[in-house]
């Protein structure tokens, strides 16, 4: 009995030591956790595209952001549309980057729970669709979604570094994004330049589209406005204008141009360094086309639409060098100057 009450203090001491132990590991844990948490005002990180965030999700600030009770789904690609593009969301972009930075905004989900998804199938739940032709101001205001919860998937970023370090190695490049593919002809119903039979394929195109049948045809009245895209002839005549080095590399960002061999003659003779990288889905190479134009030396649009304001949105959000654009109106300013000059 002795033996036995002698040995018990020192069993109790035991206990009592690795208790005070394992208080004060969780206590030391916890430090470095609120450390880690207040990082992300303290780690300063280069701007590229290119950047791929820390795993480590910013700290949450608990306050009333606007939303009442709403979570948002992350988003799917249309996939009825013209470019039949099976892409999906996650082929694009990192999901758990873009749930993980909007935590503080809004409540993010993968996908809709089961019993909401029972719920949705016969009647459509609320949906929200982007803005289309969204000016520069409202880019910049919602830089928080597109330049900084938008992050594109490795094998993507990847890719387009390997474009933009091929360019580098030739010098400064430039990035066309030459908006004259048959849809967006379709689409602004505009058809200077095009014989009738082009013209007519054109429109059977344009009334085949459901979104877009309902749209007038006012040709003229958009080019007067500025609201046409430039034609490769034209756009090569604007890029002499602005005396880009005939010798500069180009990169095309665009699908397939309309009646390629004919319309792009002009621009290939004037400008032969010209690079038009394919791809099978066209989502993906738009990923890569808008790594390479915030990367370029100079970035040219030819018409107003999503991308081209986003790109420049976004190279102004990183402090990139500044943008050429240009667009019909301007291109008929141009040539009144020219010809009352001459």
């Not at 570094?161 to 490049?173: S, Y």
Request: hydrophobic letters at 40%; aromatic letters at 12%.
């Amino acid at each position: 009995m002795k033996t036995v009450a002698a040995k018990q203090p020192s069993s109790l001491a035991c206990i009592k030591f690795w208790v005070v132990v394992t208080l004060i590991m969780l206590l030391i844990l916890w430090v470095f956790a609120m450390q880690l948490a207040t990082l992300d005002d303290k780690i300063m990180v280069p701007k590229s595209a290119f950047y791929i965030p820390y795993d480590f999700p910013p700290q949450r600030v608990y306050k009333n952001n606007g939303y009442l009770n709403v979570t948002l789904i992350v988003p799917k690609f249309a996939h009825g549309t013209y470019w039949n593009d099976t892409s999906k969301f996650e082929d694009i972009c990192y999901v758990n980057h873009f749930i993980t930075s909007l935590r503080d905004e809004v409540k993010v989900l993968k996908e809709l729970p089961p019993e909401q998804k029972r719920k949705a199938e016969p009647e459509p739940l609320y949906y929200m669709f982007p803005m289309y032709f969204g000016s520069l101001e409202y880019y910049l205001q919602r830089c928080r979604v597109n330049y900084e919860a938008l992050r594109f998937t490795q094998p993507i970023q990847e890719t387009g570094r390997k474009i933009v370090n091929i360019l580098r190695e030739k010098g400064p490049f430039l990035v066309l994004h030459l908006r004259y593919e048959k849809d967006i002809l379709a689409f602004t119903s505009c058809k200077q330049g095009l014989t009738k039979e082009e013209a007519e394929d054109v429109k059977q195109m344009k009334y085949s589209q459901d979104g877009w049948r309902h749209k007038p045809i006012a040709s003229n009245k958009k080019r007067k406005h500025g609201l046409c895209p430039l034609t490769p002839e034209e756009t090569a005549l604007v890029l002499q204008a602005l005396d880009i080095d005939k010798n500069i590399t180009i990169y095309i960002a665009a699908e397939e141009i309309y009646n390629k061999e004919k319309r792009m003659a002009d621009l290939v003779a004037t400008y032969p360094n010209l690079l038009e990288p394919f791809m099978e889905h066209a989502d993906q190479m738009a990923a890569m086309d808008y790594i390479v134009a915030i990367e370029s030396d100079i970035f040219m649009p030819t018409f107003v639409g999503n991308m081209a304001v986003a790109v420049q949105g976004h190279r102004g959000y990183y402090g990139f060098k500044p943008n050429n654009f240009t667009g019909q109106k301007a291109f008929d300013e141009f040539s009144l100057l020219v010809k009352k000059i001459h």
